[in-house]
């Protein structure tokens, strides 16, 4: 199943935690984004937090769910832009040039995106976070909540591309 072009998609690499998953579909459904859920999930799909997060949105998210990366990878459409959003060593969000077809795909709330996905980014970014922890995660936040940090980077990359 190829996926038809859209100009942003979000993707979520094996999420763990129902309600972020959740609260992200009701983002993606307010901004008109398609989620892709990359599996395997922490969850059920039928999972109640998962439902009661998203409120009565599910019916207006463009959802697909992937049995492993590979798979959804080869399901993207063409031309397609994969950007890896993660806490550590990425371009700083408001220097990256996004085009039509990216997709932002986020990784686990425990560990991010593998090495090995990384990898298989076109580009990684980095919310920039003022007030972060050191490298031994000491002194300040180590984090955003992937939920929060989806939304930011989605509403970003639509302004930019003028979707709203």
Known sequence: ????????????????????????????????????????????????????????????????????????AKDLPVPARLIGCSRRGGEPLQTIRFQEGDVLLFGREDNGLPDAIRNRCDQILTIPMPCSAAEDGQGGVRSLNLSVACAIVSHHAGLQLQLW
């Open 1 to 72: 199943m190829t996926l038809a072009f859209k100009p942003l998609r979000v993707a979520l690499f094996e999420p763990r935690i129902p309600p972020n998953t959740g609260n992200i579909a009701r983002t993606c459904a307010a901004f008109g984004l398609p989620l892709a859920l990359i599996e395997p999930l922490g969850f059920s799909i039928d999972d109640r937090h998962l439902k009661r997060a998203g409120l009565d949105y599910w019916p207006h998210v463009d959802l697909s769910v992937h049995r492993d990366f590979d798979h959804f």
